[in-house]
Structure formats: structure tokens, C-alpha cells
């Protein structure tokens, strides 16, 4: 039988933690025998003393036993791609509907927005009807026959981490690097997915502030997936700055439905093809860059991914007319002009104030339970390196309340820098870490 203080005492300084150690710490709070005071000094001890990647392995198995786990049929190369998180992320949206479309089988779990950064769930049930729960046997049956689903985690499926996360949550634990991999890789690996694509945001606006964070843990997240026999590879990308124009949760569907019809959004673009080309790469589909741009293109044009995204909608039970005319996904009662307060060269954008200001007026969410306005958020025009003139409209603000609205709108603009000089912009696709490299695009590991 174990102590529990003697097992944080043991991590507080600094020792690796035995496989039956961390079994009974996990084990232990789940069943309610260890109580929250003792799980949260253990979490503290983890997140200044770190851990070992034997370690770091062995927690995320145990957070995958702690439950169940889905299973594909042996040989099926299944996929799927995490993002760490970022303001007006919807690559899910244009993605994974592309890589199915090519005739990959992609068994997706998914999250809600927390803080600055809007959750794929949350955007998913902006569409009229969308139910983002399904049991088990049908997802499974539903990547098979459709090759995309989209749900949300069961309370069978990992549930140790669900109930630790929430503690980290709460205890200023959630940048541990250790618990950040053993949480993603544990559910990303329970869902059955073999090969996996993840876009680890760098920036201002993200969880990881540098590349050398970033770098660090990419290479957990790459060594916990491969000694679970997964396919892991890691896309750095920028976040200084909103994805697209659209941040919000049914505005950003509307966006994602226009690129699926063929709308030009650069940053868009680029970084859903980085991440379509290593996951057909990955499963074999294509065996070249070049092939897989050109699979990736020819089902855009001819409208094979939007019909994959309109059949995922009807999976979920949601209106797939929405693809056809956007005007029935919510939207908010009032549109107001984002007018800029400064002239020259658009310097910096802080994405994160950007963020939190837009939950204020519904668009995000500070705690879970927090209700969303899901037709509330704001179209930004403009990039970093843009010109901008004083008084000029470089975007909108949609909202229920004018007068929240308002204060958002300058709050928008306050989180805007500009110059007389045009500054240099940083490339969106900043490497990757991979076990090959490709030519052009992403020529180089970090």
C-alpha cells in the first residue's frame, strides 16, 4: 500500500515516479480515495519538477486503461490532426472534410473553447441540430461507412484524464508540459486514430509562446504517440495573429463552407494543405507532395469536400442546407464597423486580448458552463504588414449588445499596433518535426 504523500514528496524532489507509484496516485483519485488537496500538490510537484518520458509514457497509459478504447478493423490506416489551440482556428473544418474526400477514414475527438481560443465543438453545434454525442459502436460504424466523425469525449473514454484535467484547470497547472502530452496523446490514441497530425501553434496568441517550448514539446507528443506504435508528426505553426477573417463560432462555419467552395484565404490555405499533405503522406494515399496537392485540389473543385462536410452534418443530425445558404446558421442582430484609430503599417495584433474581448460579447467562453452567442463574433480584414488609414473599416463587430459591442470594438483596435515601416512578417508555416521532409513548402525540421 502507498503513501500519497510520500509519492509527492518523492516527485516534489525531483525522483522518477515507478509505473505502480502513478497507478495508485490516478487510480486513487478517480475511485475518490485520493482527495483533490493531495491530487493538486502532486500536479504542482509535476509542473516545477517535470517528468521523465518513461514517465510521461506510463501516465498516458494509464489515463488510456482508465477507460475504454476504440478499435478499427487491423490494417486500416485511420488518422487524425490536434491543434494546440489558436483565435480563429477552424482548420478542422476545412480539413478534415478534404482528407476524407481523398479517402482517409478519420475518427475525430474533438474539444470546446476555453480562455482566448474557440473549440471545434462549439462551432460544429452552431449548426442548426448538431449533435456532437454518438456512443461508441457508432462512431466506429460511422467512420467506416461515412470516413469522418466528429464527437465529443464519452465519459467512457479516458476518464482519468477528464477529471485531472478539470483539477489543472483550476490549480494553474495546464502549461505542464508532461500533462499537456499525456492528455493529448492519451485521447488521441483511445480513439483508434494510427497516424496522427499535429499543428502545434506558436505565437503570442498561443499556448506556446516560443519555439523552444514548442520544440519540446513536440518531441513528447512525437515519442509518447511512437511508443504506442502511432505514426506522430508535428507542423509548427504562427500564431500572431487571428486564422482567417472570421473569429466566432457560426461566423467561422460560414468561412469554412466558403473555402470548401473555393474561396481564396491564404493563411487558410496554407496551413490546411500542409497538414492534408502529411496526413495523406502519412496513410499512404499519396506517395508524393505533389500528388497529394493535386488529390487535395481536384476535390475542392469538384465539390467532393463539401459534400463530405454536408454528409458529416447530416451524420450529426444538423441542417446540411447550411452549406447551400449560410443565412440559416445564427446570426447576431447587429453588425458594427471596426474603425481604426491609427494609421501606417499594422504591426503587431495581439490575438489573445482579441480573444477575450470577443467573449464578452458571447463569442467564447470563460468556464465550461459559460453560455455562448453563437452567431456573436467579428470579421478582421486586415494582416500584419497591411496598410492601414485612420477611420478605415478593417473589419466588423456582430453582436446582440450594442453597448458591449462598442467597448469590444475598442478594445479590437487597442489590441492593433501600427508603424511608418512596413515590418517584416514571420512565414506561417515555421518547420515541422518529422521522420521525412518534404521539398518547397515545409523544406526544413526545427
Known amino acids: 500500500m502507498y503513501n500519497p504523500v510520500e509519492i509527492i514528496l518523492k516527485k516534489r524532489s525531483g525522483q522518477e515516479l515507478t509505473p505502480a507509484e502513478m497507478t495508485f496516485m490516478v487510480s486513487g483519485f478517480i475511485a475518490g ?34 477507460g475504454s478504447q476504440i478499435k478499427f478493423p487491423e490494417g486500416l490506416q485511420t488518422c487524425d490532426k490536434h491543434s494546440t489551440g489558436g483565435v480563429g482556428d477552424k482548420i478542422t473544418m476545412t480539413l478534415a472534410p478534404i482528407v476524407a474526400a481523398c479517402g482517409a477514414y478519420i475518427p475525430m475527438i474533438s474539444g470546446r473553447g476555453l480562455g482566448h481560443t474557440g473549440g471545434t465543438l462549439d462551432k460544429l453545434e452552431s449548426i442548426p441540430g448538431f449533435d456532437t454525442y454518438m456512443t461508441e459502436e457508432y462512431f466506429v460504424a460511422s467512420v467506416l461507412e461515412r470516413r469522418l466523425a466528429i464527437i465529443a469525449q464519452s465519459k467512457a473514454l479516458v476518464p482519468a484524464d477528464k477529471k485531472i484535467y478539470a483539477l489543472r484547470d483550476v490549480t494553474a497547472t495546464v502549461e505542464s508540459l508532461p500533462l499537456i502530452t499525456a492528455s493529448i496523446m492519451s485521447k488521441k490514441i483511445a480513439e483508434g486514430a494510427r ?9 503570442s496568441g498561443a499556448f506556446m509562446k516560443t519555439m523552444d517550448d514548442a520544440r519540446k514539446l513536440a518531441e513528447l507528443l512525437k515519442h509518447t ?39 481564396h484565404i491564404p493563411d487558410i490555405d496554407q496551413i490546411t494543405k500542409a497538414l492534408a499533405v502529411e496526413m495523406l503522406m502519412q496513410t499512404g494515399i499519396a506517395t508524393s507532395k505533389d500528388e497529394a496537392l493535386q488529390k487535395i485540389a481536384e476535390v475542392i473543385e469538384n465539390r467532393a469536400a463539401l459534400q463530405q462536410f454536408k454528409d458529416l452534418i447530416q451524420l450529426h443530425k444538423g441542417n446540411p442546407a447550411v452549406c447551400d445558404d449560410t443565412s440559416l446558421l445564427p446570426e447576431a442582430k447587429y453588425v458594427l464597423p471596426i474603425k481604426s484609430d491609427k494609421e501606417g503599417y499594422i504591426n503587431s495584433i495581439d490575438s489573445q486580448k482579441i480573444g477575450y474581448a470577443l467573449i464578452k460579447i458571447g463569442a467564447g467562453r470563460v468556464t465550461l458552463d459559460s453560455p455562448l452567442d453563437m452567431g ?3 470579421y478582421l480584414y486586415k494582416k500584419i504588414g497591411d496598410q492601414i488609414n485612420l477611420s478605415e473599416e478593417i473589419g466588423q463587430l456582430h453582436t446582440n449588445n450594442i453597448a458591449l459591442g462598442q467597448a469590444v470594438v475598442q478594445e479590437i ?33 526545427v
Open 413 to 445: 483596435n487597442d489590441a492593433m499596433t501600427a508603424s511608418s515601416n512596413k515590418p517584416e512578417t514571420k512565414p506561417l508555416i515555421l518547420g515541422k518535426r518529422a521522420k521525412y521532409v518534404f521539398c518547397g513548402l515545409i523544406s526544413f525540421t
Open 33 to 66: 480515495e485520493v482527495p483533490e488537496y493531495q491530487m493538486s500538490a502532486f500536479l504542482m510537484a509535476i509542473f516545477f519538477q517535470g517528468m521523465t518520458k518513461s514517465e510521461i509514457v506510463e501516465l498516458t497509459r494509464i489515463y488510456i486503461e482508465s
Open 376 to 378: 456573436a463574433g467579428a
Open 225 to 263: 504517440g511512437e511508443s504506442f506504435g502511432q505514426k506522430v508528426s508535428v507542423i509548427f505553426t504562427q500564431m500572431e495573429s487571428p486564422l482567417g477573417f472570421a473569429i466566432g463560432n457560426a461566423m467561422e462555419i460560414k468561412e469554412s463552407i466558403g473555402y470548401l467552395k473555393g474561396a
Open 195 to 203: 497516424n496522427l497530425v499535429i499543428d502545434l501553434k506558436v505565437g
